[in-house]
């Protein structure tokens, strides 16, 4: 199975930058999607950003764009999200998660990049104070 652990949380204020790191192992990374989620207190969980197992093709919820990039290195076995431009309403637990892709095809379906995870991090504390 796929192990994946989050890191690079903390206290931020608004208008400042972080960058969450997301380590793998356990598997192949490259044959996984890669998206990043978060969960703010008594709220449901909800999608951030997602990138394909070759990279490139990325989606991003309407509230993040522009704002937050996703990224990963296929060599290093890592994912990563920098937020820029962190705003009080981004306060959550932010997880790391994996799907497992079809990679004979550099192509994919945004909209299911919003969906289904096969694994899934601990979590990392995003606090962004106004």
């Known amino acids: 199975q796929l192990q994946l652990v989050e890191s690079g949380g903390g206290l931020v204020q608004a208008g400042g930058s972080l960058r969450l790191s997301c380590a793998a192992s356990?598997?192949?990374?490259?044959?996984?999607?890669m998206g990043w989620f978060r969960q703010a207190p008594g709220k449901e969980r909800e999608f951030v950003a997602a990138i394909i197992w070759i990279g490139g093709i990325t989606e991003y919820a309407n509230s993040v764009k522009g704002r937050f990039t996703i990224s990963r290195d296929n060599v290093k076995n890592m994912a990563y999200l920098q937020m820029n431009s962190l705003k009080p309403e981004d306060t959550a637990v932010y997880y790391c998660?994996?799907?497992?892709?079809?990679?004979?095809?550099?192509?994919?379906?945004?909209?299911?990049?919003?969906?289904?995870?096969?694994?899934w991090g601990q979590g990392t504390q995003v606090t962004v104070s106004s």
């Open positions: 356990g598997d192949t990374f490259y044959k996984y999607h």
């Open positions: 998660a994996a799907a497992n892709a079809d990679t004979s095809t550099a192509n994919a379906d945004r909209d299911a990049l919003r969906g289904r995870y096969d694994y």
